[in-house]
């Protein structure tokens, strides 16, 4: 059965008879069963993002904790400023060595030289 018969099936039944006291109290009739079939709006519980939140507020309180005991902020500022000292010195190796720049005929650019 395609649609155009489903169609000119549904045309040819007849309509149920309804007497007109029907039509005139069907409204409150479906305002009744609403009321009736009302139900109470209860918020889902949201027990995943309380745990959620819960873990995260521990993770930050014990990695404060870690940080704090094991004196992380510590031992990192330490190794940067070794590193700074370390770049400093080189840097001024480096100003105190070059004395000539030399011509790169295999690419553009010059080259830095060391005296020898």
């Known amino acids: 059965m395609n649609d155009a018969e489903l169609t000119c099936r549904l045309k040819a039944a007849p309509a149920p008879e309804r007497p007109g006291e029907y039509w005139d109290d069907f409204p409150s009739h479906i305002r009744v069963q609403l009321r009736r079939n009302r139900t109470e709006f209860a918020p889902k519980r949201a027990w995943r993002l309380r745990l959620a939140c819960a873990g995260g507020f521990a993770l930050g309180v014990v990695l404060t904790l870690a940080c704090v005991e094991f004196r992380v902020p510590q031992a990192v500022s330490q ?38």
């Open 79 to 116: 190794a940067i400023a070794k590193q700074q000292r370390n770049f400093d010195a080189r840097l001024a190796r480096l100003d105190t060595g070059l004395h000539k720049l030399v011509l790169n005929t295999d690419g553009m650019g010059y080259l830095l030289t060391e005296p020898n």
